[in-house]
């Protein structure tokens, strides 16, 4: 890894917005892990089923108000750690110094591939901290069918959630990572189009609380908000849903390059 890339890493990783990002996710584990996850006794309810960590970690129960915010606010937190960066960067023309160098495309591509990174860990990290502290109260025993706790029934390794449910959470951990990352990159071509970090930053949340409306107000039967659909509680239930989601991110990532390149 060149110099470049290891620049761009550390920026990312290291700056205000990365701590902010990382304190309100984790703000909002331990205010989970407060209100829902220590105030219960691991004992036998009443259909004899054990409780366990797949029931009460932050994605494995969808009835805590700590579940939905930060489902709702995902884009937000991928967004923080890098939505400054790169609109910086053109305000003081920064990349003239690796275009200069003639690093133009390897910087444009470094900044992509860091930005989406760096908006998955933003979300992920959360999540993990949140599984880790849950199964030091709970263990992880395979959930029960007669709990109800279990995702739609016809979502994506739906049968994987009793069988394996650990790699059912691995499964919907990595496609919340996909989805963090993707968008995260919304604030790369955003930043060409305002001076303001703060607007390139809640342009993903922008875009996301968008489709989240036109859920409530149209609910379509083909696809979802992926506030809904990227919470493990739920699951995808449709591959439109990440087909929709991938076109869009490749969309972005088009707009983003044509538009970097061109840019003088």
Known sequence: MNSVWKNEFRRAFCNKGMLLSLAIGIGIVIWHQITFVWPISMII???????????????????????????????????????????????????????????????????????????????????????????????????????????????????????????YVMLMLFIIFIFAGGFATIVLPSSFYTQYAIVASITPFALYYFLYSLDCIFLPVSWRAPNSFLNPATGVCMANELILGAIVFLIIGVIYFRKAIRYE
């Open 45 to 167: 309810d009443d259909f004899n089923c054990m409780e366990s960590l797949y029931y009460r970690w932050l994605g494995g129960n969808g009835y805590p108000i700590q579940n939905y915010v930060f489902f709702m606010i995902l884009p937000l937190l991928s967004a923080l750690p890098v939505g400054a960066i790169y609109c910086k960067d053109l305000k003081s023309q920064y990349y003239i110094h690796f275009y200069l160098r003639g690093q133009k495309r390897q910087y444009l591509l470094a900044r992509y591939v860091v930005t989406f990174v760096v908006g998955g860990f933003s979300v992920i990290i959360p999540l993990i901290i949140s599984i880790i502290l849950t199964a030091m109260k709970f263990p992880a025993i395979k959930p029960e069918l007669i709990m109800s706790y279990e995702p739609n029934i016809s979502a994506v390794g739906y049968s994987l959630f009793f069988s394996h449910p650990f790699l």
